[in-house]
């Protein structure tokens, strides 16, 4: 199985700051690397797919980047709705998919 | 647009079979262009993909999970199902069905949570 590891597991910012977040798989996993937003009590959302590409939707200050093992998701001025928890989620070794752990964006 | 929503009893007993339903609308869960999936999340947690099936009624299912998950499709009642046998209390969890383009969960019911306890 592929294992995905999210750092940090929890972040505090303020808003307007601009903020990473690292995923790194354990296999080379291409550019087949997704991220989710959750708030608390909701259902995830898509973000960003195939690395770097926005979802229909979802504001430009979100971007990803990157391939191989390593991927970031970076927003570029926090907002006080960015406040949630993020996930990565490898869609390379089907049919199973699977997630990181989660990071937790906190407001400082 | 295409939404789904959960539906199944919040409490199940220990060693029983957890059912839960998908209910799709805003679109034909036949029309091809999606597969239908179940995650879990148990609460504090993160996520945990259970498995997918297609409208052809073929099936992917999590490995550590395989023995025990059954799902299938009722396309006349546009509706998909999760079946988890003899669960136990790390079965609980909150149970969310998708619909999947390219291995992506794209669009997510609200989730339901089920409760493993005597």
């Known amino acids: 199985d592929i294992q995905m590891t999210q750092s940090p597991s929890s972040l505090s910012a303020s808003v307007g700051d601009r903020v990473t977040i690292t995923c790194r798989a354990s296999?080379?996993?291409?550019?087949?690397l997704n991220w989710y937003q959750q708030k608390p009590g909701k259902a995830p959302k898509l973000l960003i797919y195939a690395a770097s590409s926005l979802q229909s939707g979802v504001p430009s200050r979100f971007s990803g980047s990157g391939s191989g093992t390593d991927f970031t998701l970076t927003i570029s001025s926090l907002q006080p709705e960015d406040f949630a928890t993020y996930y990565c989620?490898?869609?390379?070794?089907?049919?199973?998919?699977?997630f990181g752990q989660g990071t937790r964006l906190e407001i400082k | 647009q295409v939404q789904l929503q959960e539906s199944g009893p919040g409490l199940v007993k220990p060693s029983q079979t957890l059912s839960l339903t998908c209910t799709v609308s805003?679109?034909?869960?036949?029309?091809?262009?999606?597969?239908w999936s179940w995650i879990r999340q148990p609460a504090g947690k993160g996520l945990e993909w259970i498995g997918r099936i297609y409208t052809s009624g073929s099936t992917n299912y999590n490995p550590s999970l395989k023995s025990r998950v059954t799902i299938s499709v009722d396309t006349s009642k546009n509706q998909f199902s999760l079946k988890l046998s003899s669960v136990t209390a790390a079965d609980t969890a909150v149970y969310y069905c998708?619909?999947?383009?390219?291995?992506?969960?794209?669009?997510w019911g609200q989730g339901t949570l089920v409760t493993v306890s005597s």
């Open positions: 998708a619909s999947e383009i390219a291995a992506r969960p794209i669009r």
């Open positions: 296999q080379s996993i291409s550019s087949y």
């Open positions: 805003g679109g034909s869960i036949s029309s091809g262009s999606y597969y």
């Open positions: 989620q490898q869609s390379y070794s089907t049919p199973s998919i699977t």
